[in-house]
C-alpha cells in the first residue's frame, strides 16, 4: 500500500479543516461517490489527515468536514510514524461477519461522547487508493468497526443513531450539550 499522502502525525495550531457537530445537517447527506481522483482530490486528503491528527481522532469521513464526497481517511496507529494512514475512495463493503461485537465508539462529530455500538466483527472492503486504484481489504477488529464508523458517515448515519442503550445515550449527549433531537435511530 504505497502512499503518495505523506503527512505528518501531529496536532496543528490551526487544522485546515473545521469538523461538523451532530445537529448539522450536512452530516445527514448522504455522500456523492467521487468521479475523479486527482491532485485537487489529494490535497483534501493532506487537509482532512492533518484535520483528523489535530482532533486526536483514528478516521475522518468528508461528510464531517462538509464535503459531499465518498471519502474516508483511517489510521488506528497514529503513534506510529512509519505506519501509513489508510485512504478509502467509493468504500464499499462486500462481506460482513456473522459474529458481531460491542465496544466503545466515539466520533469527531460526537466529542467527548463514548458508547457501545455492535458491528460485524470483520468486513471485506472494496475503494479506490489516493492513486485511483483499485483495493481489497480485509478488516477486522478495530478497523473494522472504524471503517464500518466512517461509512456510515457517507450515508448520513452517525454512530449515536446505533447505540441501542436509551438511557445512556441521553444522559451521555445531555451531559455534553448535544440534542437527542438530533439522533436518528436504526432499528
Known amino acids: 500500500m504505497a502512499t503518495v499522502v505523506a503527512v505528518e502525525k501531529k496536532k496543528l495550531d490551526n487544522p485546515p479543516l473545521d469538523i461538523h457537530y451532530l445537529g448539522d445537517r450536512v452530516l445527514r447527506q448522504p455522500a456523492k461517490r467521487v468521479s475523479k481522483v486527482d491532485d485537487k482530490l489529494r490535497t483534501l486528503i493532506t487537509q482532512m489527515l492533518q484535520t483528523m491528527y489535530s482532533a486526536?481522532?483514528?478516521g475522518l469521513a468528508a461528510p464531517q468536514i462538509g464535503v459531499n464526497k465518498q471519502l474516508i481517511v483511517i489510521d488506528c496507529e497514529y503513534d506510529d510514524p512509519d505506519s501509513p494512514p489508510l485512504v478509502l475512495i467509493n468504500p464499499k463493503i462486500l462481506r460482513s461477519s456473522q459474529q458481531t461485537?460491542?465496544?466503545d465508539e466515539g466520533c469527531l462529530s460526537v466529542p467527548g461522547v463514548y458508547l457501545e455500538v455492535v458491528r460485524p466483527e470483520a468486513i471485506e472492503v472494496s475503494y479506490k487508493d489516493e492513486n485511483g486504484k483499485p483495493q481489497k481489504l480485509q478488516a477486522s477488529e478495530?478497523?473494522?468497526r472504524v471503517i464500518q464508523h466512517e461509512m456510515d458517515h457517507l450515508n448520513g448515519v452517525m454512530?449515536?443513531?446505533r447505540v441501542e442503550n436509551d438511557l445512556a445515550l441521553t444522559e451521555e449527549l445531555k451531559k455534553k450539550g448535544f440534542?437527542?433531537?438530533a439522533v436518528q435511530p436504526i432499528k
Open 56 to 58: 486526536d481522532g483514528i
Open 101 to 103: 461485537c460491542g465496544s
Open 142 to 144: 478495530l478497523l473494522a
Open 159 to 161: 454512530f449515536v443513531d
Open 179 to 181: 440534542a437527542l433531537s
